[in-house]
């Protein structure tokens, strides 16, 4: 499985952006994806992850301003992002999974991609 993530670009604070991360190759044993960040500096933490079946699970710190979905039918997990902040700066990383959960912990996901930059200006 191949993940293809892209939609960074470089947006002012208060500004909305939407990454997408498109699934190739053995996209049949894909269930759970989400989406991680690594900001300058520091380690890659998760940001939002989305079950087959639609379950969506947020890191506290993106709640009620991103939203993760999917179109299973495209291969294709979403992140929209509003009211972003220059703590959003960061390279953000789709990941696959071969189970259908829910999860924050990076070891449970079996794929990734190659990282998208988002950097907000304040």
């Known amino acids: 499985v191949q993940l293809q993530a892209s939609g960074g670009g470089l947006v002012q604070a208060g500004d909305s952006l939407t990454l997408s991360c498109v699934a190739s190759?053995?996209?049949?044993?894909?269930?759970?994806m989400g989406w991680f960040r690594q900001a300058p500096g520091k380690e890659r933490e998760f940001v939002a992850t989305i079950s087959w079946r639609i379950t969506t699970y947020y890191a506290d710190s993106v709640k009620d301003r991103f939203t993760i979905s999917r179109d299973n039918a495209k291969n294709t997990v979403y992140l929209q992002m509003h009211s972003l902040k220059p703590e959003d700066t960061a390279v953000y990383y789709c990941a696959a999974a071969n189970t259908n959960w829910v999860s924050t912990r990076q070891c449970d996901y079996d794929y990734w991609g190659q990282g998208t930059l988002v950097t907000v200006s304040s």
């Open positions: 190759g053995r996209t049949y044993s894909v269930y759970g």
